[in-house]
């Protein structure tokens, strides 16, 4: 009779594991309290956004003053997803590996980002906003920071 509980309880387990695997359940959790984030953008900067569950596709126009720049390896993009109370940053263990860029005065730039790189999982549908760290060449990489908000559908 006990091996009869253990054989269905190890299918159960086995069916868990093979939905987790073929739906990707996403790798990352949500932080309960609210988001109190103020952006620090630098004028005539602009990003935008455009994604879908597994990948989101990043361009920076720079229309500023100087050139930017930015280093996702070392200040990844926080991604926070949108709740009845507000936006709730997303919480991964993951390290995002890109290379640094530059985005020259009058130019664009785009960079695609895998979010099962980035957050360990694959976005729900939703409202979600980035996070995005970049310098100028005069100040630190992490000076200017800017919100740029798309939906997964």
């Known amino acids: 009779m006990k091996k009869k509980y253990i054989v269905l309880l190890l299918l ?3 069916a ?21 984030f ?4 630098k004028e005539g900067v602009s990003f935008t ?20 720049t930015l280093e996702f390896s070392r200040k990844a993009p926080r991604i926070e997803v949108w709740q009845e109370d ?3 940053r997303i919480l991964s263990n993951k390290h995002y590996f890109a290379e640094p860029w530059a985005v020259g005065k009058g130019e664009s730039y785009t960079h695609t980002v895998k979010w099962s ?7 729900k549908p939703g409202s979600y906003r980035a996070i995005l760290f ?3 060449g005069m100040e630190d990489v992490y000076h200017y920071s ?3 908000e798309f939906t997964v559908k």
């Not at 073929?22 to 959790?29: A, E, K, T, V, W």
């Not at 790189?117 to 976005?123: D, I, Q, T």
């Open 146 to 148: 800017t919100i740029c």
């Open 38 to 41: 103020e952006p620090n953008p």
């Open 86 to 88: 507000g936006w709730h």
């Open 134 to 136: 970049h310098g100028d």
């Open 49 to 68: 956004i455009s994604a879908n569950r597994s990948e989101g596709e990043i361009t920076v126009v720079n229309n500023s003053d100087r050139y930017l």
């Open 117 to 123: 790189k980035l957050l360990g999982g694959n976005l």
């Open 16 to 36: 868990v594991f093979l939905y987790a695997l073929i739906f990707g359940l996403p790798g990352y959790d949500v932080w309960k309290e609210p988001s109190d």
């Open 12 to 14: 159960v387990v086995l």
